[in-house]
């Protein structure tokens, strides 16, 4: 990560990451440790919701009533096939935020931590839906219970580094699968909306080497998950049988239950421009 920095924002492309513009088709293996879903996840959003890089989309997230709460979840995924090739991803969703006065919604889900496991995913998730994705280590585990998910994120010795990663997980969890079968389900049918609304995010100087580009307006997207899905279980495997370090990434208290899509296709679509003049427009590639 990069704590030696600017809040200024780039959309200049770095020519050492490949350009893959929304809208992307994606397959993979989906865990969501639900956290919430009419209440809240957490009493308050705390420092570790957020990389010190956005410090602005903390400080609007952490305005009186901004936090709303409703749907809440972490999620880690893996990717098989994308535009830019597999990688792994863990973020967090603690709920929603009220979204800007300029939207036709009052509030919307935000992501607000994210961590990918390539800079090519890093570069192009930022720039395309300003998801303020940064670099980790990802683990995954099999065993005869159950598999283990840890996850490292990025300590840089400089703010060029990408390769130098802490020893000890942000994240770690045992996740064991149902032995019930998987049913069919479609993220179309959900009862409640679960469009994400992402604020502007700030560059790194260090962008071209390091991925993290800026944005410099508000954007509306809705991904769609289809696929099967089944239930699991999982335990936290930090200090206090924690999921989160509460310092790379949240303490969070999922479900006893989990939804696990063993695999399934997900819709990315081309991100929408909010603005004070036109509410939804599509985001210029």
Same mark, same amino acid.
């Given at each position: 990560?990069?704590?030696d920095h ?15 513009? $929304? ?5 993979g293996e989906?865990?969501?440790?639900? &956290? ?9 959003? &705390? ?10 989309? $903390? ?14 979840m972490a999620?880690?995924?893996?990717? &098989? ?54 670099? +980790? ?44 079968? +998987? ?19 700030? $560059?790194?100087?260090? +962008? ?19 696929? !099967? ?21 949240? !303490? ?19 991100? !929408? ?13």
């Open positions: 990560m990069d704590h600017n809040p200024s924002t780039t959309a200049n492309p770095p020519s050492r990451f490949p350009e893959a513009p $929304a809208p992307w088709i994606l397959k989906a865990y969501w440790f639900i &956290t919430s879903v009419f209440g809240r996840s957490t009493p308050s959003i &705390t420092p570790s919701y957020f990389d010190l890089l956005e410090a602005q989309s $903390a400080k609007l997230a952490t305005e009186p009533g901004a936090f709303k709460g409703g749907v809440g999620v880690v995924m893996r990717y &098989t096939e994308s535009p830019v090739g597999a990688y792994d991803e863990l973020l967090i969703v603690p709920g929603a935020f009220t979204s800007p006065k300029f939207d036709k919604d009052k509030e919307n889900i935000r992501i607000t931590r994210i961590y990918v496991s390539t800079l090519a995913s890093l570069y192009n998730g930022r720039k395309n839906w300003h998801t303020a994705k940064h670099l +980790a280590k990802f683990e995954f585990m099999k065993g005869p219970s159950g598999t283990v998910i840890r996850v490292f994120p990025l300590v840089p010795l400089s703010p060029e580094d990408t390769t130098t990663f802490s020893d000890q997980p942000c994240f770690a969890a045992s996740v064991t699968l149902s032995w019930m079968p +998987a049913i069919p389900y479609d993220t179309r049918i959900t009862p409640f909306t679960l469009d994400i609304v992402q604020p502007p995010i700030e $560059a790194s100087p260090q +962008a071209e080497i390091n991925g993290l580009v800026g944005t410099d307006h508000w954007t509306k997207f809705l991904p769609v998950y289809k696929g !099967k899905v089944k239930t699991f279980t999982s335990k936290g495997l930090l200090e206090g049988d924690e999921y989160g370090d509460d310092v790379y990434f949240p !303490k969070f208290s999922p479900w006893r239950i989990g939804v696990h899509w063993p695999e399934c296709l997900i819709d990315f679509p081309a991100s !929408k421009t909010l603005t004070e003049k036109t509410s939804e427009d599509p985001v210029s590639q």
